[in-house]
């Protein structure tokens, strides 16, 4: 049973940081992509960051170059998403998701989400 659990979410103030965790079960996570999303109120899920299989080829949306950092660990199965400088328009449900074979694919699995609020 493939599951897909975040973690780290929470309340913020404007420019300050967080850290979001992915903890993978149920399949191979090493041969797997995996990237992180956003769904925002009234608005479609986006694309926030992405990471190949061996963590070596990244890709951010424009809005969180710079900001964000995507990483994994492998051998813990798990991907992390840094998040600093964050901004009233990163509030959202952000989602884990493993891609497979590509980081460009859409997400064959997806987790429950975690909420981020930014607001002073």
């Known amino acids: 049973q493939v599951q897909l659990v975040e973690s780290g979410g929470g309340l913020v103030q404007p420019g300050g940081s967080l850290r979001l965790s992915c903890a993978a079960s149920?399949?191979?996570?090493?041969?797997?992509?995996m990237s992180w999303y956003r769904q925002a109120p009234g608005k479609e899920r986006e694309l926030v960051a992405a990471i190949s299989s061996g963590g070596s080829t990244t890709r951010y949306a424009d809005t969180v170059k710079g900001r964000f950092t995507i990483s994994r660990d492998n051998a813990k199965n798990l991907v992390y998403l840094q998040m600093n400088s964050l901004e009233p328009e990163d509030t959202a449900v952000y989602y884990c998701?493993?891609?497979?074979?590509?980081?460009?694919?859409?997400?064959?699995?997806w987790g429950q989400g975690t909420q981020v609020t930014v607001s002073s």
């Open positions: 149920g399949f191979t996570f090493s041969s797997y992509a």
């Open positions: 998701g493993a891609n497979g074979i590509s980081l460009y694919l859409t997400p064959r699995y």
